[in-house]
């Protein structure tokens, strides 16, 4: 059986202004993934996302979610945890989720139900009653988490969901996407962080200033970039590496540096030049790491247009 | 219309359960009886001062007569005026410097200069450090006045006995006339129509800011979004509206079961503690103004409101709100500052213009209501004018309030609002 889409995004755009947020950008999400939307700050993910939200109308394209056309009815089918994110602070917990999801269609029995069960799983079961301001950020976050998927969301939408996250809230975050994949739901997530896209993702999507520059299944991406990455794990002072001819680029760490050798260079030379003048942990050859793709793809941009203006 | 009703509800119930709805609902009318019936009191009640004033009587025959007849009394049966005569000096210049230095150190209220032509001239002289007391000003004039005129008319040889029957005032009585009749009216029009308008305005004001508030609430908390993504910018803020216009009735409904008990049992409980005041007639007020209070209060407060929501989203604080709520502000103050003119001529074209006008039209037309029924062509026309003119403003202000409730950061120029409203 052929995978539905669950989102088919289409040569949207949306200027404000002279200013473009998104041009002309496409890609589809079959269901059951977890797609990752990156690019730098401002590149329009967030606006995107606004749109495939109906919050912000295209100026141009087409916008299908779940197989049907965006509309107001398809908001109920969605969870959506936006980057700019917070409740009314008067309100008690369980009215505030009991709102949140009636809005989302939820009749009243089955939404306390549900607000009971999600408020005991994350150790909340005693704050129902107390005001939101009163809750430390850690459990609003949590608050965010559940009012995101309390109506039992087809696809999730999440806007830089990491960001401000404790390691105990990003671990609890990143349970529930892969939870919600392995139940056949889909999760798209934007953000700049590489290291959670790796770990988590089928799919990416990169987006700089306002146009897309790649997309498609994360793996292959990777194996388009070849095999000529070397890590290396060292001690000692490693600035004169920078300087070999078979370097194509370069990102050091101190204590770490990624290598990306120009093609048709065996990584094997690289090894017997630094033996001896730095300690060496490990070396290690791979595909690159999606940080140094992302700042290849996203940098060599920025170096053009600085040509061109 | 689920989701609209479920936001209805959500502003609804936070704002009913504060404690300053609370508080405000129940000081309401407390403090709307308070303005009324306090300076009511207070003149019922208060004894008064009495005061000394000095006279220079240069025409030598009028001291008598006017102490005789100044004879006014306080609360507690003493004169209130006690008049003190100064014989009229070679040198007046120096008596009065005497008489202002007295005034100035309070041996003296005030004194009075007769020349001595008052009589073919009419003209006397009341000096005093403050000159703005009109009951004073007018009980001394009035009595000067009478003094002077039996003078004149004894010259004249009438019989000294018949003067006074000659110059007795006469009196002026109000009466309203209505399609039911006619009825005495002792300034109760004005005293209604002064009070509704007043209390329309200030919720017009008060419901305003917390329509303002609370957009600008969900806008620095960050919610909005999160509720944006189950309904419409515009579903939220027409929640928002008619939640805050529900919670504005049950105030209305509340006030107005205090004020119909209070117009029932307050006048016998006045009488029975200051049995002077049985003389106080509470005006009857047709029914049909509390209707059209009604109707101009709804027609405001969406034309009031949707103004209010669209500012409330440009901006991200009360304080920087300021600035934009100015010409509200002035909608709003331009009406009261011309009561007075409407009251005085309720159909000159001035006034019918101005009723019309949108923004003036709730308080300006129900002023009219209230003092003179104007014909009801000019009422339908006024309804109907704030009626388009709310359908407009929903539209601007919904275009506003869909790009600004996502606005961070700068508050938006006047250009970039225009802009606003062009988006798709």
């Not at chain 1, 197989?67 to 009314?88: Q, S, T, V």
């Not at chain 2, 003209?123 to 005129?149: C, G, M, P, Q, W």
């Not at chain 2, 006048?267 to 503690?273: D, F, Q, W």
């Amino acid at each position: 059986m052929v995978k539905m889409n669950a989102l088919e995004v289409e040569n949207i755009s949306k200027s404000f202004g002279d200013f473009y947020a998104v041009k002309n950008l496409t890609f589809n999400i079959s269901e059951g993934t977890i797609y990752g939307l990156l690019g730098p700050n401002g590149a329009g993910k967030t606006t995107t996302i606004r749109m495939v939200m109906n919050i912000i109308i295209p100026d141009e394209g087409r916008i299908k979610v779940l197989d049907r056309k965006m509309d107001e009815e398809m908001k109920e089918r969605i969870g959506y945890l936006p980057e700019d994110r917070g409740f009314y602070p008067k309100m008690k917990v369980g009215e505030l989720l009991l709102f949140l999801a009636e809005l989302k269609g939820m009749a009243k029995l089955d939404a306390r139900k549900k607000i009971n069960s999600w408020l005991g799983r994350f150790d909340l079961a005693d704050w129902k009653d107390k005001k939101v301001e009163e809750l430390s950020r850690g459990m609003q976050q949590k608050l965010q988490f559940i009012a995101t998927v309390i109506h039992q969301p087809e696809l999730i939408i999440l806007d830089e969901p990491f960001s401000g996250l404790d390691p105990v809230n990003t671990k609890l975050l990143k349970d529930i996407m892969l939870e919600m994949k392995a139940e056949g739901r889909t999760v798209i997530f934007s953000t700049h962080r590489m290291e959670q896209v790796e770990m988590i993702c089928d799919n990416i999507c990169l987006i700089n200033k306002a146009e897309r520059i790649l997309e498609g299944d994360l793996s292959q991406i990777k194996k388009q970039y070849g095999k000529n990455t070397v890590i290396l794990d060292y001690e000692g002072d490693g600035c004169f590496i920078k300087d070999f001819p078979e370097i194509d680029r370069l990102d050091d760490y101190g204590k770490f540096m990624e290598i990306r050798l120009k093609e048709e260079i065996d990584p094997q030379v690289l090894l017997p030049k630094i033996v001896g003048k730095i300690r060496v942990n490990k070396f290690e050859v791979r595909e690159p790491t999606l940080n140094a793709i992302f700042i290849e793809k996203v940098g060599a941009r920025d170096e053009k247009d600085m040509v061109s203006h | 219309m689920k989701k609209i009703w479920s936001v209805i509800k959500r502003e609804y119930l936070q704002i009913v359960k504060t404690k300053g709805f609370i508080i405000g609902t129940i000081l309401g009318p407390v403090l709307m009886g308070a303005i009324i019936f306090v300076p009511f009191l207070v003149s019922v009640v208060s004894v008064g001062e009495q005061e000394r004033i000095g006279v220079v009587d240069e025409t030598h025959e009028i001291f008598e007569a006017l102490d005789k007849k100044l004879d006014h009394k306080l609360k507690d049966g003493n004169r209130r005026y006690i008049l003190e005569e100064y014989k009229p000096a070679a040198d007046m210049e120096a008596l009065r410097q005497d008489l202002n230095q007295k005034v100035l150190h309070k041996s003296l209220n005030a004194y009075l200069h007769i020349p001595g032509n008052v009589i073919e001239d009419g003209t006397a002289e009341y000096v005093s450090e403050h000159v703005s007391d009109f009951t004073k000003l007018r009980n001394i004039n009035e009595t000067l006045n009478s003094v002077i005129i039996e003078k004149r008319l004894r010259r004249e040889g009438l019989d000294p006995r018949k003067i006074a029957q000659y110059i007795k005032r006469v009196g002026l009585k109000t009466i309203k006339v209505t399609k039911k009749g006619e009825e005495e009216d002792t300034g109760g029009t004005f005293l209604i129509a002064y009070i509704l308008v007043l209390i329309l305005y200030m919720t017009l004001f008060f419901y305003g800011a917390i329509i303002m508030r609370g957009v600008i609430e969900e806008k620095t908390s960050r919610v909005v979004e999160i509720v944006l993504s189950s309904l419409r910018p515009f579903q939220l803020m027409a929640g928002k509206i008619l939640g805050i216009a529900a919670v504005g009735f049950t105030q209305y409904t509340i006030w107005a079961i205090f004020g119909f008990s209070a117009t029932r049992y307050s006048k016998s409980l006045i009488v029975s503690i200051f049995p002077g005041a049985s003389g106080f007639k509470l005006p009857s007020v047709p029914p049909y103004i509390f209707v059209y209070f009604v109707v101009f209060f709804i027609l405001g407060y969406f034309l009031y409101g949707t103004f209010y929501a669209a500012i409330g989203s440009m901006v991200n604080s009360e304080k920087e709100a300021q600035q934009l709520l100015f010409p509200v502000t002035m909608f709003l103050v331009v009406p009261i500052l011309l009561i007075m003119f409407v009251i005085r001529a309720p159909n000159s074209t001035f006034a019918v213009v101005l009723s019309l006008i949108p923004f003036f039209a709730p308080i300006l037309m129900l002023l009219r209501i209230c003092v003179l029924l104007p014909p009801f062509i000019q009422v339908a026309g006024s309804i109907g004018i704030l009626l388009l003119t709310i359908f407009l403003m929903i539209w601007l202000t919904g275009k506003i309030y869909r790009v600004g409730i996502l606005m961070y950061g700068k508050r938006p120029s006047f250009q970039e609002i225009v802009k606003w409203i062009r988006y798709k």
